[in-house]
């Protein structure tokens, strides 16, 4: 893999408290399941190079979504985690069909080794 070494912050949180940063930072209604902050964009990026951001999770859409995917809450909490850590490397899956599948193959791939190394 071709990732630089860097730290990350882990946050999990309920769906009231997810509700509240979507609204606040992203001015979107309602809980999601994943959301990631970026540290290395913006003018005082190079402050803290090794800090990636931080990758917040709600653990309850986490625990629904697994129920309706019948995974359990282990591989849905791996695979929102993955997913927050690439959009902290600039992986995004809004902006076009060809990102979203690059996104989708680089998740596959990450979730493979965690996999592995169980």
Known sequence: MDFPDGEIS????DDPQIATL????????????????AM????????TPNLLGDV?????T????????????RRRFDEL????????????HEDSEIE???MEEKSRELLELIRNDE
């Not at 882990?10 to 949180?13: F, H, P, S």
């Not at 290395?40 to 402050?47: A, T, V």
């Not at 625990?63 to 019948?70: H, I, P, V, W």
């Open 22 to 37: 979507n609204q606040n930072y992203l001015e979107r209604q309602g809980p999601t399941n994943v959301i990631a902050f």
């Open 10 to 13: 882990i946050l999990i949180v």
């Open 100 to 102: 979203a599948r690059r």
């Open 81 to 92: 985690l993955v997913h927050g850590i690439l959009h902290l490397f600039g992986y995004d």
């Open 40 to 47: 290395r964009e913006g003018e005082f990026s190079d402050l």
């Open 62 to 73: 986490a625990a629904r979504e697994a129920q309706e995917a019948g995974l359990s809450k």
């Open 56 to 60: 917040v999770i709600s653990v309850d």
